[in-house]
């Protein structure tokens, strides 16, 4: 199971961070349970406001993930599924979107929490989604995740500004 072995984290205060949730629109009922997952997480870090923007499917999450660092964003989560079928197009997608996360968080210096479900059926999303009788919640742990680094990156900005 892919949760193994995951932090016991206890959420910090993130109040004052600025947090914009990317969601795809692909796979609605598990795109749900990860959206609701990263909003739970966000109330739970004390984030009020987290701006959410949709998009087709997970290719574009990098570049309009980019577009919300660019404005300034202190933390990204970026959700998605794909699920793999009988084409190449499943690798081509998973590649795109990791690399392309991987990047804009590197070049801005922001977190990108990656939600983004890479699962061979249907069910192996569902039970990563957050949803009632889910074994795992990857919304909330992407966005976790997010928060978590964005708070260390702005302690090792204030220590260098000391």
Not at 1 to 16: E, L, R, T
Not at 39 to 66: H, I, K, Q, S
Not at 82 to 109: S, W, Y
Request: glycine letters at 10%; one cysteine or more.
């Amino acid at each position: 199971m892919s949760g193994a072995g995951a932090p016991d984290q206890k959420p910090v205060d993130c109040h004052d961070l600025r947090v914009a949730i990317v969601a795809a629109s692909w796979h609605t009922e598990v795109m749900d349970g990860l959206l609701d997952g990263s909003l739970r997480a966000c109330r739970d870090y004390r984030v009020d406001a987290p701006n959410v923007v949709r998009v087709p499917g997970a290719f574009e999450l990098p570049v309009v993930a980019a577009a919300l660092a660019a404005q300034g964003y202190d933390a990204i989560v970026a959700l998605g599924v794909v699920i793999r079928g009988g084409t190449p197009h499943f690798d081509f997608v998973c590649n795109a979107a990791t690399d392309g996360l991987t990047r804009v968080a590197v070049d801005h210096q922001v977190p990108v929490g990656f939600g983004v479900l890479t699962c061979d059926t249907d069910d192996q999303a569902l039970d990563r989604a957050g949803l009632d009788g889910s074994h795992e919640d990857k919304g909330y742990e992407a966005a976790s995740a997010a928060l978590v680094t964005a708070q260390t990156i702005r302690t090792i900005k204030r220590g260098y500004e000391a």
